[in-house]
């Protein structure tokens, strides 16, 4: 690893920065608390700190927990199982406080293990699983996935007898030789419905049935250099899609559809947004695959949506007629509505990039009398608002806890024009 170094150290963690990552002086230390003395062996330098990546806890603080994962310590996705599940809604909380100069709740997710309905599975020569933290290279072996489900485990385990009994032969993330890339998996947390998307080199995949078992079962291709668990599906077998329901609402999902990851508060959200739904028009920027609209539509609102995406928009129509209801979806950009004034209410759930500049100035001017903002990134989320407030009043807003035991935090707001 290079500008690794070598030395060893003695600190005591006086915060937690944003990322939930220890803070001691220039030092950063993950999978630490407040108070902690920590003995680090090896840290490596970044722009504007040292990340330390070999170390020992030599006093733990009071407040820590138990983590539930095997894996703890040195996964990349999890790094707060360390803290009681109510001090990360206060951490999450103060962040959001820090970023945005206002107070705003976090709501707690109704489950923080078993809630995720959906893993990315590595394959390399070494091992399948996920990567360690602050890596792309290392993968450890993966047993147990806590916030995903006991299938998890038995899947890998299918997947080693797989691929040993048939000879297939894993992809080298250096040397971009191999076969089996990813092993994706998708569950239905409230159909039970469970999808697995084997992702490859170009090649011919056994017959995979025998060894898994699921509802769907997908190959898909990525031939490119790009490490990325997205591929081009080439077969199925079983079912074409898989079933999640959010409250009344059943959505396909497909092994390259964007849904919530965490069904049980996405149950939340969508009842949120169709509360903060005003009047009888809705448009439905950055629609997806209909997840807002459809639920909206099901209530009794007009619905337009407007999507990038032309997959997404073709499984947002199958979605309408699935759940027997009437809803415009049409492939474009934000900046194809003509007429903003024209609707009651914009449901707003852009990409972490935020809105358009100018996007966000024609809303200003001319957006309609209710904007419902939701948000993945705090920051651009204020950047946002700022330019918004010249027109709207912010008279709600809630974080979301919909990734428990990270530092990722969801906004959900209300705007009205003044």
Not at 114 to 138: L, S
Not at 141 to 149: A, H
Not at 156 to 173: G, I, Q, V, W
Not at 175 to 196: D, S
């Amino acid at each position: 690893m290079s500008n690794m170094v070598e030395n060893v150290l003695r600190v005591t963690i006086e915060r937690l920065d944003d990322d939930g990552l220890g803070v001691a002086g220039r030092f950063r230390v993950p999978y630490t608390l407040p108070g902690e003395t920590v003995e680090i062996k090896r840290y490596q330098r970044k722009k504007k700190y040292y990340l330390a990546f070999d170390f020992d806890i030599v006093s733990p603080s009071p407040d820590r927990v138990e983590p539930k994962c095997p894996h703890y310590g040195i996964c990349g996705g999890c790094r707060l199982q360390h803290i009681a599940y109510s001090d990360q809604i206060r951490f999450k909380e103060d962040k959001l406080e820090r970023l945005l100069g206002f107070s705003v709740d976090v709501l707690p997710s109704p489950k923080i293990f078993g809630h995720r309905n959906r893993i990315d599975v590595v394959i390399t020569p070494a091992c399948i699983g996920f990567r360690y933290f602050g890596t792309w290279w290392r993968v450890f072996d993966l047993q147990d996935c806590p916030v995903f489900g006991p299938r998890a485990g038995k899947t890998t385990s299918a997947l080693r007898e797989f691929m040993a009994e048939n000879k297939l032969e894993p992809y080298d993330l250096k040397t971009h030789k191999g076969f089996l890339r990813y092993i994706v998996l998708r569950e239905g947390k409230n159909t039970g419905e469970f999808m697995v998307n084997l992702v490859t080199t170009e090649g011919e995949l056994p017959d995979p049935t025998p060894y898994f078992s699921a509802d769907s079962i997908y190959h898909s291709v990525n031939s490119s250099l790009s490490d990325v668990s997205y591929g081009d599906p080439v077969r199925f077998w079983g079912k074409e899609y898989i079933t999640e329901r959010l409250n009344d609402v059943l959505y396909l999902i497909h092994p390259n559809s964007f849904f919530q990851t965490n069904t049980y508060q996405a149950e939340r959200l969508v009842s949120l947004v169709s509360e903060y739904a005003t009047g009888s028009k809705i448009l439905d920027l950055y629609s997806g695959v209909g997840t807002f609209s459809i639920y909206l539509a099901k209530r009794g609102f007009t619905v337009s949506g407007i999507e990038i995406n032309p997959f997404s928009v073709d499984l947002a129509r199958k979605n309408a007629e699935l759940n027997n209801v009437s809803a415009d979806f049409i492939v474009g950009k934000d900046s194809d509505v003509s007429d903003l004034s024209a609707y009651d209410t914009a449901i707003l759930d852009p990409p972490r990039a935020g809105l358009h500049p100018k996007l966000v100035r024609r809303l200003a001017e001319s957006g309609p009398e209710t904007v419902v903002y939701v948000s993945c990134n705090p920051k651009t989320f204020k950047r946002d608002l700022e330019i918004l407030s010249s027109s709207y009043s912010l008279d709600a807003v809630h974080g979301l806890d919909m990734f428990p035991h990270t530092p990722h935090v969801e906004l959900v707001s209300l705007l009205r024009r003044r």
